[in-house]
């Protein structure tokens, strides 16, 4: 159970005024004996930062970023992405709109994160399938640089942390999940050592399941019928036969599968709340193929989640992230 001294934290977020006792957390003890305070004071220091207590992380251009923390005071580095969806108006029908700009997720040694971004350029996906992998290029440079500036300006020589170790770590994804939603379609995406939630290609390859026809026939396709163009319901901005697309039943059951109270654990660490969907991106994309996210180490983790499509041989945990390469 916390101290009272950490739960009043929470009285502060809710906008209460703690009474003096809520800070007895740390007894003090007369004599030689060491009070908490002296023994614990990493841990005093740590839930007493800013960042811990308001839960807010502050967006810092590079050269901010010396201001506002030590350099050996960081203990993480990860990839992420500023996410914009946009539901775009048409003649006969609207169609999504994604845009992404790179940021940097750091934390302190205390638990404090911090983000690190360098407005105004965005990347717009592109619907035209052959220029997506120069978007994934373009993004990937975007985010390398950011990295070098962030290293730079710090003096330090950070390498990001793979996706699945965040999740791994509680209390520090408890203050920065995978996906935080900020604004209405507006989000944070955490992408660990990957510089994008896209990947340029399966990492399972010759999946029939891209295209709705081939699961038909295996009588395991989506009920609501091939999705043939970019659409905002359901959220799919790849179609049917793209291979950053699935259309089989069951992984669509799953992912839009309830996280409630009872199988929270079976589910493993999750950005949504109880009520929300398993999948981590569906609230801006519900048919994109597992094998092409960059959740997907993460989620196949999970006791509740098995995919049709299998690796040949297990995966190496954490690998990083290579060049994407314009064919």
């Known amino acids: 159970m916390a101290s ?14 703690p009474e003096a006792e809520s800070y007895s957390g740390f007894p003090y003890r007369s004599g ?40 050996d005071a960081i203990d993480r580095i990860m990839h992420g992405l500023r996410l914009r969806y946009i539901e775009q108006p048409g003649i006969y029908q609207p169609s999504p709109v994604i845009k992404v700009a790179p940021v940097i997720f750091l934390r302190s040694r205390y638990g404090t994160w911090l983000r690190v971004e360098t407005p105004p350029g965005d990347y717009e996906v592109p619907h035209e399938l052959g220029r997506l992998l120069q978007h994934l290029a373009k993004v990937q440079k975007a985010a390398t640089d950011l990295l070098c500036q962030t290293n730079n300006a710090l003096g330090t020589h950070l390498q990001p942390a793979p996706l699945a170790k965040h999740y791994e770590n509680e209390e520090s994804f408890d203050l920065v999940r995978g996906i935080v939603e900020c604004g209405e379609d507006e989000f944070l995406v955490v992408t660990g050592d990957k510089t994008h939630y896209l990947l340029p290609e399966p990492s399972v390859p010759q999946c029939p399941h891209h295209d709705w026809g081939q699961s038909n026939t295996a009588g395991v396709a989506c009920h609501s019928g091939p999705i043939m163009g970019r659409s905002i319901e359901p959220r799919a901005f790849f179609i049917s036969s793209e291979v950053h697309h699935c259309a089989h039943r069951d992984v669509a059951a799953a992912k839009a599968s309830q996280i409630t109270a009872e199988n929270r654990m079976r589910c493993g660490a999750r950005s949504g709340q109880d009520g929300q969907a398993f999948c981590e991106i569906w609230r801006f994309e519900s048919h994109l193929c597992c094998r092409t996210c960059a959740f997907e180490e993460v989620c196949t983790k999970a006791e509740v989640f098995r995919l049709p499509c299998q690796h040949s041989k297990p995966k190496e945990a954490g690998s990083s992230q290579k060049p994407v390469r314009l064919h």
């Open 32 to 71: 030689s004996e060491q009070s908490d305070i002296e023994i614990r004071y990493t841990e005093l220091f740590r839930h007493l930062e800013y960042g811990i207590v308001s839960r807010e992380m502050p967006g810092l251009t590079p050269g901010e970023l010396p201001f506002h923390v030590a350099r």
């Open 4 to 17: 009272p001294f950490f739960r009043s934290r929470r009285r502060f977020r809710q906008g209460a005024s």
